[in-house]
């Protein structure tokens, strides 16, 4: 009598898919290799330069970190979907510079030297700068915070 499966026991079982790596959990793992990136957050001050379109629209600016090991794009919200179009781009030379072991800010300077124009836009020449962090470089970028939700009015609209 212990061994007998009740109704929905046996409903489940009926249920599982033939093959039982269907019925297995998954189990996630970190895959070695891959693309090697800069890291993408800092809190310290940054070098950036000015990228512009052909047009001389400012589409954002990529910066770097030699303290963090970090690059890369602050696209201005402005200039979209140009600007994430090219940051795309720029994001993946910053990708080929880092798989050369290259520092963030000779990744940088080497990028401004090398102007690539076109859809990514180039770096404007003689625009290399400092920013106390990457929140004032947003700002520049006018790139702002949403705003706070607002409070929901019961029964009201």
């Known amino acids: 009598m212990g061994d007998e499966l009740?109704?929905?026991e046996r409903r489940r079982a009926e249920y599982r898919w033939a093959s039982p790596r269907l019925n297995e959990d998954m189990q996630m793992s970190v895959v070695p290799g891959g693309p090697v990136n800069y890291t993408y957050r800092t809190e310290k001050a940054v070098e950036y330069v000015t990228v512009a379109n052909?047009?001389?629209?400012?589409?954002?600016?990529?910066w770097a970190c030699d303290a963090d090991d970090a690059a890369g794009w602050q696209a201005r919200p402005a200039a979209r979907p140009d600007?994430?179009?090219?940051?795309?781009?720029?994001?993946?030379r910053l990708r080929d510079?880092?798989?050369?072991?290259?520092?963030?800010?000779?990744a940088l300077a080497e990028l401004a030297e090398?102007?690539?124009?076109?859809?990514?836009g180039r770096v404007v020449p003689g625009s290399r700068a400092?920013?106390?962090?990457?929140?004032?470089?947003r700002e520049l970028a006018?790139?702002?915070?949403?705003?706070?939700?607002?409070?929901?009015?019961?029964?009201g609209y």
Do not use: F
Not at 54 to 62: F, I, N, R, T
Not at 130 to 137: D, K, T
């Open 114 to 120: 090398h102007p690539v124009g076109g859809l990514s």
């Open 83 to 92: 600007a994430s179009n090219a940051g795309v781009d720029w994001t993946l």
């Open 97 to 106: 510079y880092k798989a050369r072991d290259l520092p963030p800010s000779q």
């Open 142 to 155: 006018g790139d702002r915070p949403p705003p706070p939700p607002r409070p929901v009015v019961r029964g």
């Open 130 to 137: 400092r920013a106390s962090g990457l929140v004032e470089l």
């Open 6 to 8: 009740s109704d929905e």
């Open 54 to 62: 052909d047009d001389g629209l400012v589409l954002g600016y990529l």
